[in-house]
T-cell receptor, first 114, second 115 residues
């Protein structure tokens, strides 16, 4: 059972454009939603995270938008750069101590064309 | 300051064999979590170790076991390997009090191929 659904599977954006990746979750016990960036041959690295008590969080060019009622959240990358080309994973967790650890989406392979 | 290190980088085994993967956490971290990342998929939580005990476990069979040593390093053991165990195995370290919300630092992973 996939508890976090991520789309699209792959995405091509022109340099300077906006990259948008969407995730939806099912488990209402999730209360922390991080995004990870993974380059080939590397482990995932935390990019930005949000809790459901806020609807938006911005860090530099990266913004998370969160819709609690729809159980959806998204990552926006503004002014996308070739160095942003990577695989992005959304994740969710019940920080109170569920048995599943971080639950990840399947990932989005992002390519920024120069 | 070394981050999370894992060994070996790559490993090839045959069905039915046993394998041991190793992880050294980031300096100052006391909790180690293991994840399995199949090709084209997101990581899946296997289990977490703290104070040398398994603290949390995901939906993985008993063929997957682990150990944490007094210096916080950890091992992942997989017995009776199946073709489906072929994956990238990731280790992540953190501090126990904030493991689920604070930054989990991931290692580069061990690529296991089962033939």
């Amino acid at each position: 059972q996939q508890q976090v659904k991520q789309s699209p599977q792959s995405l091509i954006v022109q340099k300077g454009g906006i990259s948008i990746i969407n995730c939806a979750y099912e488990n209402t016990a999730f209360d922390y939603f991080p995004w990870y960036q993974q380059f080939p041959g590397k482990g995932p690295a935390l990019l930005i995270a949000i809790r459901p008590d806020v609807s938006e969080k911005k860090e530099g060019r990266f913004t998370i938008s969160f819709n609690k009622s729809a159980k959806q959240f998204s990552l926006h990358i503004m002014d996308s750069q070739p160095g942003d080309s990577a695989t992005y994973f959304c994740a969710a967790v019940n920080s109170g101590g569920g048995a599943d650890g971080l639950t990840f989406g399947k990932g989005t392979h992002l390519i920024i064309q120069p | 300051d070394a981050g999370v290190t894992q060994s070996p980088t790559h490993l090839i085994k045959t069905r039915g064999q046993q394998v041991t993967l190793r992880c050294s956490p980031k300096s100052g971290h006391d909790t180690v979590s293991w994840y399995q990342q199949a090709l084209g998929q997101g990581p899946q939580f296997i289990f977490q170790y703290y104070e040398e005990e398994e603290r949390q476990r995901g939906n993985f069979p008993d063929r997957f076991s682990g150990h944490q040593f007094p210096n916080y390093s950890s091992e992942l053991n997989v017995n009776a390997l199946l073709l489906g165990d072929s994956a990238l195995y990731l280790c992540a370290s953190s501090l126990v009090d904030t493991w689920s919300t604070d930054t989990q630092y991931f290692g580069p992973g061990t690529r296991l191929t089962v033939l």
